[in-house]
């Protein structure tokens, strides 16, 4: 496989593994929520390479779906490189804008994604699936390396984005963008992904209806239906097939009667006019000779003006079922016309945002009704306003995970969210002016969680935070905040050990708490797993800690790894 070489890759291949854990602080101001959890849909504001690390304690392996939409890089959106890379090189870009000038922004780029794709497939599940947004500016660096991080035989595919807007001023027109989609692991993904939901489906549906109710002849119901869809093509997205209605609704003629490459079943189809044989597809029709003359007593068989056209199978739009495309013409200005419905006040609330239809319908064919799905470049929200839809639409419980860096966190994406759940009284859509309902607990990014705040006593992280990061760390397996008991110092159980931590954030305590007899004996009974006990000090000795199959880490420490 060939290998992809940029300059400071040296420096941040395992960058990711030197990002200190961070505390993630709750803002009960911010959030919207009775009680704030790190289990309920989550806001975090703060650098998201340090707020990935920080919620691998609670998410590693956890998290169905990954989109993320990171600067294109095109030289004009002016990020910043911000990660403290140890490299004098990288020092010398730290905090410098990246602009169309910079003749290493590509470079910058690369470094920029690494350490963060490291960290996402961690966060991963095993049958866990990433989708990352580009243009043509990284396409190419950006499938290379994925090809290192997640292996080349887990790329899925590639789906291009049609989005109609052409703004590149050279001689070729520029319509499209693309979602690169890599899995973890390949071979656990499962059935083909299909889906039944999208609001497109629905607009079908429901015009279908109201137009027969208020046309019965044919052709006056088709020419009304005909207008309608001219009106509203730009929203149907891959719908815009469903061209025909009759008193069955919407529907599509698929030539998917004939079996192309297979010999099939030969029999004569009357044409209900001409009173001749249509026209047969090459190898034969695929169904029995009954089933036809069902789906023709159903009225599902659309026939051509002569027995000249080769008959098609009528699919009706609430049959719609397909696989996720790997075309989706949507108009991206839709994802404008989306924020100015929930940001009415203002003219331009964010530049570029995505519309909510593409997300909603890629949500919708790969995860099922409690999957996790992590958005880590979140901008305005439109991963959470999309999850948040969903669920409304199907009556799923699946929830988000959104990171921003920018001060826009809670002034646009935290926002939008409020006001998508509490409803959009002016909205055009019925559903967002009802409300799509939910709840979301807000975290801003607090003090990394290190040995030398401990020595001195000085940014103590809290209990929790604390138990998260010692538990993580030291067994390499899922922190349960609900198994925490602090009253009995017990914080959780991995394959080989019950944890327990003796702390609390006062550096009096620190120095006066010790593992005595007394509190070994507090452990409780011994249910065949070793005791890994975290505490300041101990005053006991090897033969004590072997009979209560303990195993003691001293508070302050470094935190190693027992699992190597």
Request: overall charge neutral; charged content about 30%.
């Amino acid at each position: 496989m060939a290998t992809l070489s940029f300059k400071g890759k040296t420096f941040v291949q395992n960058h990711h593994l030197t990002v200190k854990y961070h505390q993630l602080v709750p803002k009960k101001d911010k959030s919207l929520t009775d009680k704030i959890s790190l289990s309920d849909n989550l806001i975090i504001h703060g650098d998201n390479l340090k707020a990935l690390k920080a919620l691998l304690p609670t998410y590693a392996g956890k998290v169905k779906c990954i989109y993320i939409d990171p600067p294109y890089n095109t030289g004009f959106e002016k990020w910043l490189f911000n990660d403290n890379v140890n490299s004098p090189m990288m020092q010398e870009w730290l905090g410098k804008v990246v602009d169309k000038e910079d003749l290493t922004r590509h470079d910058k780029w690369l470094c920029m994604m690494m350490p963060r794709l490291k960290l996402l497939r961690e966060l991963l599940s095993e049958d866990g699936v990433i989708f990352i947004s580009c243009d043509d500016n990284e396409l190419y660096n950006l499938k290379n390396i994925l090809d290192d991080i997640f292996q080349e035989s887990n790329w899925v595919g590639t789906i291009v984005w049609r989005n109609v807007t052409d703004n590149n001023p050279t001689n070729i027109a520029i319509e499209h963008e693309y979602i690169i989609c890599f899995s973890k692991n390949k071979e656990r993904l499962g059935s083909v992904w299909k889906s039944k939901i999208s609001d497109a489906k629905e607009k079908l549906i429901k015009i279908g209806k109201e137009l027969n109710k208020k046309y019965k002849d044919p052709n006056e119901l088709q020419e009304a239906y005909n207008k309608w869809f001219r009106e509203n093509k730009f929203y149907l997205g891959q719908l815009d097939r469903y061209k025909y209605i009759d008193k069955g609704g919407v529907y599509i003629g698929s030539q998917s009667v004939h079996n192309p490459g297979r010999e099939g079943y030969r029999y004569d189809v009357i044409h209900p006019i001409t009173k001749k044989p249509c026209k047969h597809p090459l190898m034969g029709y695929r169904f029995p000779e009954n089933t036809m003359k069902e789906l023709l007593a159903q009225g599902k068989i659309l026939f051509g003006e002569n027995e000249n056209k080769i008959i098609e199978l009528k699919v009706y739009a609430e049959e719609f079922e397909d696989k996720l495309p790997s075309v989706i013409q949507l108009d991206g200005r839709l994802g404008a016309y989306d924020l100015k419905e929930i940001f009415p006040e203002t003219t331009k609330a964010f530049d570029n945002p995505k519309p909510v239809q593409l997300l909603k319908q890629i949500f919708s064919y790969l995860t099922n009704n409690t999957d996790l799905i992590l958005d880590s470049f979140a901008g305005s929200g439109t991963t959470a306003h999309a999850v948040l839809a969903l669920n409304k639409e199907d009556g799923g419980n699946r929830k988000f995970m959104l990171v921003e860096c920018e001060d826009y966190a809670d002034k646009i994406t935290a926002e939008r969210i409020r006001r998508v759940i509490k409803g959009v009284k002016k909205a055009k859509n019925e559903k967002l002016r009802e409300g799509l309902g939910g709840t979301f607990s807000y975290f801003e990014l607090g003090d990394p969680i290190e040995m030398e705040s401990i020595l001195e006593g000085s940014k103590l992280p809290s209990y929790f935070e604390l138990a998260r990061y010692v538990f993580y760390t030291a067994t390499g397996e899922e922190f349960d905040p609900k198994k925490v008991d602090e009253k009995k110092n017990f914080i959780g159980e991995s394959k080989e050990y019950e944890v327990y931590l003796f702390y609390k954030p006062d550096i009096e305590y620190l120095k006066s708490t010790s593992l005595t007899l007394d509190r070994a004996k507090t452990l409780g009974q011994y249910k065949g797993k070793k005791r890994l006990v975290f505490a300041p000090s101990k005053y006991l000795d090897t033969d004590y800690l072997l009979e209560y199959r303990i195993d003691y880490c001293q508070l302050p420490f470094e935190i190693y790894k027992l699992k190597e």
